[in-house]
Nanobody
Framework: QVQLVESGGGLVQTGGSLRLSCAAS????????MGWFRQAPGKEREFVAA????????YYADSVKGRFTISRDNAKNTVYLQMNSLKFEDTAVYYC???????????????WGQGTQVTVSS
């Protein structure tokens, strides 16, 4: 089992920044690919970003590429999502998730956090 707890969400104006954190506990954190997903009201959960086991490879949705940065600190069992130049359409509940291998499909992730709300005001 891996337990994931997100934090760092909140209300921010368009063009602002937020940094989300996801703290993991349980099994060895570095054994897992970590991903961020988001779900806006009335929409399906969508892939945002993912990072490989040791952080050497990162992957992004086209909608956030160049604005968001995913990183991880295996010593702290934490994955981060730095979000810059936020847009109204980034408003969603953001979830971190753990998988054994890279995947853009939410079905490929074994463990999920409870989510943190990000609201971008226009």
């Amino acid at each position: 089992q891996v337990q994931l707890v997100e934090s760092g969400g909140g209300l921010v104006q368009t063009g602002g920044s937020l940094r989300l954190s996801c703290a993991a506990s349980g099994r060895t954190f570095s054994n897992y690919f970590m991903g961020w997903f988001r779900q806006a009201p009335g929409k399906e959960r969508e892939f945002v970003a993912a990072i490989s086991w040791r952080g050497s490879s990162t992957y992004y949705a086209d909608s956030v590429k160049g604005r968001f940065t995913i990183s991880r600190d295996n010593a702290k069992n934490t994955v981060y999502l730095q979000m810059n130049s936020l847009k109204f359409e980034d408003t969603a509940v953001y979830y971190c998730a753990a998988a054994r291998f890279y995947n853009r499909d939410s079905g490929g992730y074994d463990y999920w956090g409870q989510g943190t709300q990000v609201t971008v005001s226009s």
